[in-house]
Nanobody, 116 residues
Framework: QVQLVESGGGLVQAGGSLRLSCVTS????????VGWYRQAPGKQRELVAT????????YADSVKGRFTISRDNAKNTAVYLQMNSLKPEDTAVYYC?????????WGQGTQVTVSS
């Protein structure tokens, strides 16, 4: 069973930085994509950043130039999201996502709150 555990969220002032981590376990199929999504109160979950197999990255326009997604390619893949120049509108629950074989797996989420 695939498990994803996020950490690194918290409260930060606008302009500050946070680094989210996602540690995975139980992955037995080849990973097709890893990513971070977020969901703010009253809004739908949205893509923040992804890495697809081959290494290509994709970012939401709202975070380009401020956030960086990276991946540790060891057997137990870890996924990171470095968030700089944070804005109040970045406040949300951030979710790790891994697509491996036929499975689309999600973590439990970590809260990021940016104060103005």
């Amino acid at each position: 069973q695939v498990q994803l555990v996020e950490s690194g969220g918290g409260l930060v002032q606008a302009g500050g930085s946070l680094r989210l981590s996602c540690v995975t376990s139980g992955i037995i199929f080849s990973i097709r994509a890893v990513g971070w999504y977020r969901q703010a109160p009253g809004k739908q979950r949205e893509l923040v950043a992804t890495i697809i197999s081959g290494g290509n990255t994709n970012y939401a326009d709202s975070v380009k130039g401020r956030f960086t997604i990276s991946r540790d390619n060891a057997k137990n893949t870890a996924v990171y999201l470095q968030m700089n120049s944070l804005k109040p509108e970045d406040t949300a629950v951030y979710y790790c996502n891994v697509i491996s074989g036929p499975y689309n797996s999600w973590g439990q989420g970590t809260q990021v709150t940016v104060s103005s």
